[in-house]
């Protein structure tokens, strides 16, 4: 996995504007001729999203919300809101744009609009390394596990569809789970590493960021292939068709020039943008 430093968190590269304030919808149009856009993101989840010591944003989705701020010829501020707060769709303008690995779902697609995804995240059960009980996901039913709060992993723990389709038939492999719910993935992660006498038996979250964690030292370990694999996408708020069609070209136009797939390499040293 290659990180590589960024010098800044707001990106101030003029592409030149790439669509017009003459046809902006009343979102867009403020972002266009205000000339910047706010992106919110998690500041604690890598690979995919962080604040280094230097006070730098790093990782994945980092990374992809500063390329479309550049294809849009604006700068980007980041904020940092609960991820509850994100998904519940009660925005009040605080910011523009999700760029936070959010799972399109049929419950969110009640109070937000998913322009286009950009990658499918790997979700994955998770113990502590000195676990010897569980050996398969099965294995876990009944126990302790910890989830991010209105995250598709706690979703898929309650049985839930996690995709926006209610007819897909998923493999729910753990039952029965006691579900303890953290406002970040990094509490959670943080529970799970004190061991014996931990409150969770378990963790369920996204493979990457976990493999990442491991790497760092983090005395926890993935257990079998992955749970499911999620679309994650943009994310907005209702109401302006015209910016959600720029953000669907501006990621169409990623992908087909394989600046998705390069990130995607560089960050997680493989391909997630394509299911594998």
Known sequence: ??????????????????????????VLDRILSGGVLTVATDP???PYSWID??????????????EVARRMGVKI???????DTLTSGNWTGQWDLSVGSMSPTEERAKVLVFPESYYYSPMV?????????????ADASG???????????????????????????QDFRISD????????SEAALQELAEGEGSDLDAMVDDMMYFLFQIEQGQPVRVIGQPLDYGP??????????EFEARLAEIVADMQADGTLSALSTEWFGVDLTQKF
């Open 125 to 137: 059960l998770a113990v502590h390394e000195s676990n010897a009980t569980i050996q398969s996901p």
């Open 1 to 26: 996995m290659k990180l590589r430093a960024l010098s800044v968190c707001i990106l101030a590269l003029q592409a030149g504007p790439l669509a017009s304030t003459a046809l902006a919808g009343e």
């Open 53 to 66: 010591e230097s006070g730098a944003w790093q990782g994945f989705d980092a990374n992809v919300a500063m």
């Open 232 to 241: 994650a996408a943009l994310a907005i708020a209702p109401g302006d068709p």
């Open 177 to 184: 789970a006691t579900i303890k719910t953290y406002e970040t």
């Open 143 to 169: 126990k302790r596990i910890g989830a991010l709060k209105g995250s598709i992993f706690e979703k898929y723990l309650l049985h839930e569809p996690t995709g926006m389709s209610t007819d897909t038939q």
């Open 77 to 83: 501020e980041f904020a940092t809101p609960s991820w």
């Open 44 to 46: 604690a989840w890598p």
